[in-house]
């Protein structure tokens, strides 16, 4: 298993009038969360859309359970339970600074070879880093 | 049953570097075209909170089949299939210009009474606008 | 002198928990005005793009007066009062459905070849089109 | 004078299909290195607004040089020249990690009484906080 965590202040700007975070900014927490993991893992998302692969989103999961408020300082935990493949499948979980889990969720993400346009295997490597976790 | 539609503009700040339409977008494109099936419908999400409601989102489920571009011109269809309860359910599906389906999904929300902050049934007068469709 | 106009639905994504919508939204908003300006013009912007040009944004002003809430439908008037050059200057002015300026501003672009990387005279195709107006 | 600084991971999501970070997320950036110098000098803003005081934002000002791009880790600098009164000026220097000047800007926010609406000196505390600066 890989896992690996990110901590994000919420801004006043994603705040709505509720006057909670409004739920549309998770998804982008969780992308910042996976940049984060990746980046520390030794091979940055920047980095391999450079060696000729992007990752676009195939699903999307969130259940949410408490809301954040402006000024939280919430930590995104990430977890990769399965060997990536052409897909790789994301695991997420949110929590305040209080340590209340605020939503978990999922992503699957699909490698594409950006000549081809289609799904394909990550690169050799990115295999090789990745797969010391398995 | 219960549907309608709403069109939406593909903003150039609502793309990303890949070319596509962020995905994470699509919950604030799911809550425009939730809250303009509302209003139509003669009950405006507005109104609901003058009335001393909030419908906080539960869960949030995104299937992902194509990506939309800057300028698309995108139709949000919204159907709530079950008569709403303590919940309401809607469904929602993205079709470009071209009428391909971009993706589909689906969010629970929650009546919550905003003095008790407890969940709660819709009140009267959603109902009976609502019930007629049910 | 060149003007047209567009109207946006505030999204509740688009609130802050002040209740108003975010102050950062407006470059967004002008932007969108921008876009379907150019679009009715004759000449869209994604047009401009495919033929090998861009258009960064090189100064934004905003003064803010009167806020704007979650479901305002806002008109967004867009002034171009010079004749292009390297740099096109658009002036904006917002209004809620009752009629009071919400806040009036100013962006200037610049055309960039994207081949070269550097400023340059919009092509020639748009000269024409906008010319017309001057 | 009072002066402080943030960081800024730039999100996958905040760029736009030129590879650029989007224009329209300065704004949000600046409200969060705000934010962040408002926390660190002994008042967060969150503190403010429950002592019954918001601080709408009156004018914005942005002069874009270079862009960010995607992970680019962005310093926003903030500077307070002048001793705040109903109104106080911020300005803003963002560099990129190789310490080039990407954009700078200024805002003046309003201290505006919750409870009239009506702009208003800073509360006592706050005003015991920063004149310490000045």
Known sequence: MFCGQTQIRVRYGETDKMGYCYYGNYPLYYEQARSDVFRECGCSYAELEKNG?????????????????????????????????????????????????LNSGETVLCFVNKKTGKPSMPPDFFQEIINKYF
């Open 53 to 101: 692969f992007m990752m676009p989103v195939i699903s999307l999961n969130i259940n949410y359970k408490k809301p954040a408020f402006y000024d939280d300082l919430i930590t995104v935990k990430v977890y990769v339970k399965q060997k990536p493949t052409v897909r790789m499948t994301f695991e997420y979980e949110c929590f305040n600074q209080n340590g209340e889990l």
